[in-house]
T-cell receptor, first 115, second 117 residues
Framework: DSGVTQTPKHLITATGQRVTLRCSPR?????VYWYQQSLDQGLQFLIQ???????AKGNILERFSAQQFPDLHSELNLSSLELGDSALYFC??????????????FGSGTRLTVV | DQQVKQNSPSLSVQEGRISILNCDYT??????FLWYKKYPAEGPTFLIS?????DKNEDGRFTVFLNKSAKHLSLHIVPSQPGDSAVYFC????????????????FGKGTKLSVKP
């Protein structure tokens, strides 16, 4: 157990629908990062929150949004889902605002299947 | 535009031999490099890192080498064990703001290592 909790582990939904993925960071970590791993692709950075505020944006679609709540858990909202959104979505956390020698701690991911 | 590249999707090695996983990067602003290991149905786990001020870092069976002039790093696993079979991701970060990354980790696509008994 890495200490980063992601729910649900699996999600199957239809095109056009909206889903919410949830992440609880490791205790004491202030940063939450969301990554997407599609088939044959590496981990694509989506967005980062630090202590409740958005800090960095990567390749995140406008149909996707996220937030970090006062208790530091984060939610990633995916709307108007398309088949191509099927992927593994990972949440990671770190104590600092930036990546460093210590890296991030990842959760076990949410596998989203859009049918 | 891929800033971190792992050009070998897969690698097969005999148990007890050396595994060498390679990674190239394009951004000269990167100053930390990390390797992550990922088993199926699990998230990536941190393995080893190296700062750009060093050219080698060792941790048990794992050694990472950095060649800044070539913008190349490699992970050596000696001796390789069947339990090392996993996908290995190379990642890089820049402490200073760089474009949109702002110090976040940029990952390669991964190399699937298979260690055969």
């Amino acid at each position: 157990d890495s200490g980063v909790t992601q729910t649900p582990k699996h999600l199957i939904t239809a095109t056009g629908q909206r889903v919410t993925l949830r992440c609880s960071p490791r205790s004491g970590d202030l940063s939450v990062y969301w990554y997407q791993q599609s088939l044959d692709q590496g981990l694509q950075f989506l967005i980062q929150y630090y202590n409740g505020e958005e800090r960095a944006k990567g390749n995140i679609l406008e149909r996707f949004s996220a937030q970090q709540f006062p208790d530091l858990h984060s939610e990633l909202n995916l709307s108007s889902l398309e088949l191509g959104d099927s992927a593994l979505y990972f949440c990671a956390s770190s104590i600092s605002r930036t990546g460093s020698a210590y890296g991030y701690t990842f959760g076990s991911g949410t596998r989203l299947t859009v049918v | 535009d891929q800033q971190v590249k792992q050009n070998s999707p897969s690698l097969s090695v005999q148990e007890g031999r050396i595994s060498i996983l390679n990674c190239d990067y394009t951004n000269s602003m990167f100053d930390y490099f990390l390797w992550y290991k990922k088993y199926p149905a699990e998230g990536p786990t941190f393995l080893i890192s190296i700062s750009s001020i060093k050219d080698k870092n060792e941790d048990g069976r794992f050694t990472v080498f950095l060649n800044k002039s070539a913008k190349h790093l490699s992970l050596h696993i000696v001796p390789s064990q069947p339990g090392d079979s996993a996908v290995y991701f190379c990642a890089a970060s820049a402490r200073l703001n760089y474009g949109g990354s702002q110090g976040n980790l940029i990952f390669g696509k991964g190399t699937k290592l298979s260690v055969k008994p």
